[in-house]
């Protein structure tokens, strides 16, 4: 019996899960230490879930809301198209499992586990749930000007510390931006969409990756690649986990100021187009849409390759308003170095007297309201 990712109301848990494949037809990759024991099982389905409604869809993956029916849990089911994936681009679904299955963290999308469908020519990631919605809705729900107390402790302190975990292991996000960050329950920040990460204690990141506002100096001098190992034997070209701190810096200046800190044709029309595709993306917490410059998803888009994008020009003033403290200007100011060794690390951008000013007591669920997304 064929399965169809169809809308469903979800059956008693009691009832026994039917088994619609032959075992052949299905191989598991890898489960995750995140993974629920009612998870753990030799095989997966599809048939295992019953999906809810889909969230997201891209020409190689699609994201559904659904329930796990041997455990009762909410996932967050990411299927990829295998027919329609590129063949340069099956190494990044490769890396994407293999670097999400050993991330465990509190403000990290758990990865419970990964299998293919052989018959239906699709991977499937079953990845944990966030259901408050992305920081795209909660930005907005703010009118795009988040005090600095709410953008310390609700996104850039819990980003921070995601950040310094995985910076320890080798691992460079490369496409950091309000799309990928998720909050689940009591508002936890969950750092999302590892589509495009890269180990660099095994191989160099050598490729202009990632979100057009986003992307650091020696990420966007980069060239496009078209095989995997192009330009993997430059270490010219070779950038580390300094890039993501960048984008940190980025994602600072607008959550406070509501615009991205260097203003072009290019990313500026981004930005808008990013705030009106996204009014009713994300509300219930699957990773990352689409923005102007790239997809997430780990679908191979997230390459910026429009000549518009890699031919970026930008003023490299920086700029605040009178309103914006001392501090939080020298923060910003830090993350965004243009040289990658002059930025601070993670763990030292925690360290900052910004971020080390102590959180007022107030619950953002006042702040923000149930249904933010």
Same mark, same amino acid.
Request: glycine residues 6%; aromatic residues 8%; neutral net charge.
């Given at each position: 019996?064929?399965?169809?990712?169809?809308?469903?109301?979800?059956?008693?848990?009691?009832?026994?899960?039917?088994?619609?494949? %032959?075992? #052949?037809?299905?191989?598991?990759?890898?489960?995750?230490?995140?993974?629920? +024991?009612?998870?753990?099982?030799?095989?997966?389905?599809?048939?295992?879930?019953?999906?809810?409604?889909? /969230? $997201?869809?891209?020409?190689?993956?699609?994201? $559904?809301?659904?329930?796990?029916? &041997?455990?009762?849990?909410?996932?967050?089911?990411?299927?990829?198209?295998?027919?329609?994936?590129?063949?340069?681009?099956?190494?990044?679904?490769?890396? +994407?499992?293999?670097?999400?299955? #050993?991330?465990?963290?509190? *403000?990290?999308?758990?990865?419970?586990?990964?299998?293919?469908?052989?018959?239906?020519?699709?991977?499937?990631?079953?990845? +944990?749930?966030?259901?408050?919605?992305?920081?795209?809705?909660?930005?907005?729900?703010?009118?795009?000007?988040?005090?600095? &107390?709410?953008?310390?402790? /609700?996104?850039?302190?819990?980003?921070?510390?995601?950040?310094?975990?995985?910076? !320890?292991?080798?691992?460079? %996000?490369?496409?950091?931006?309000?799309?990928?960050?998720?909050?689940?329950?009591?508002?936890?920040?969950?750092?999302?969409?590892?589509?495009?990460?890269?180990?660099?204690?095994?191989?160099?990141?050598?490729?202009?990756?990632?979100?057009?506002?986003?992307?650091?100096?020696?990420?966007?001098?980069?060239?496009?690649?078209? /095989?995997?190992?192009?330009?993997?034997?430059?270490?010219?070209?070779?950038?580390?986990?300094? @890039?993501?701190?960048? @984008?940190?810096?980025?994602? =600072?200046?607008?959550?406070?100021?509501?615009?991205?800190?260097?203003?072009?044709?290019?990313?500026?029309?981004?930005?808008?187009? %990013?705030?009106?595709? %996204?009014?009713?993306? *994300?509300?219930?917490?699957?990773?990352?849409?689409?923005?102007?410059?790239?997809?997430?998803?780990?679908?191979?888009?997230?390459?910026?390759?429009?000549?518009?994008?890699?031919?970026?020009?930008?003023?490299?003033?920086?700029?605040?308003?009178?309103?914006? !403290?001392?501090?939080?200007?020298?923060?910003?100011?830090?993350?965004? =170095?243009?040289?990658?060794?002059?930025?601070?690390?993670?763990?030292?951008?925690?360290?900052?007297?910004?971020?080390?000013?102590?959180?007022?007591?107030?619950?953002?669920?006042?702040?923000?309201?149930?249904?933010?997304?």
């Amino acid at each position: 019996m064929a399965f169809s990712l169809q809308p469903a109301r979800p059956p008693p848990w009691a009832q026994p899960v039917p088994q619609l494949r %032959h075992p #052949m037809h299905t191989q598991l990759l890898a489960t995750s230490a995140a993974a629920p +024991e009612a998870m753990r099982r030799l095989h997966w389905y599809l048939e295992d879930y019953v999906v809810d409604r889909r /969230l $997201y869809r891209s020409p190689t993956a699609s994201v $559904y809301s659904a329930t796990c029916i &041997r455990s009762g849990l909410p996932v967050a089911l990411k299927v990829y198209s295998l027919a329609h994936v590129p063949g340069n681009v099956v190494h990044m679904l490769r890396r +994407e499992v293999e670097i999400q299955t #050993m991330l465990v963290h509190r *403000n990290i999308v758990k990865l419970y586990g990964a299998f293919q469908d052989f018959a239906a020519q699709q991977l499937i990631l079953v990845q +944990e749930f966030a259901c408050n919605g992305s920081l795209v809705g909660v930005h907005r729900a703010l009118c795009c000007r988040m005090s600095e &107390r709410q953008a310390r402790v /609700l996104a850039l302190r819990p980003l921070l510390e995601a950040m310094s975990y995985f910076h !320890s292991l080798g691992i460079v %996000h490369r496409d950091i931006k309000p799309d990928n960050i998720l909050f689940g329950n009591d508002w936890r920040l969950l750092l999302a969409d590892f589509g495009v990460a890269i180990d660099i204690t095994a191989e160099r990141a050598v490729t202009r990756a990632g979100t057009v506002g986003y992307m650091a100096p020696e990420v966007e001098r980069c060239p496009i690649k078209m /095989l995997p190992e192009d330009n993997k034997l430059d270490p010219s070209l070779s950038y580390t986990t300094a @890039a993501d701190v960048w @984008a940190v810096g980025c994602l =600072a200046y607008l959550l406070l100021l509501g615009f991205p800190p260097y203003i072009n044709a290019n990313n500026l029309n981004g930005h808008h187009n %990013h705030n009106h595709n %996204h009014c009713h993306a *994300n509300t219930d917490g699957t990773e990352g849409t689409p923005t102007a410059a790239a997809e997430p998803h780990g679908s191979g888009a997230a390459f910026a390759a429009t000549p518009a994008a890699s031919t970026t020009c930008r003023s490299r003033t920086l700029t605040f308003p009178p309103s914006t !403290s001392p501090l939080a200007r020298d923060f910003i100011t830090a993350a965004l =170095a243009d040289r990658p060794e002059d930025r601070p690390t993670a763990r030292q951008l925690l360290q900052h007297p910004w971020m080390q000013q102590p959180p007022a007591p107030s619950s953002f669920d006042r702040t923000v309201g149930p249904n933010t997304g």
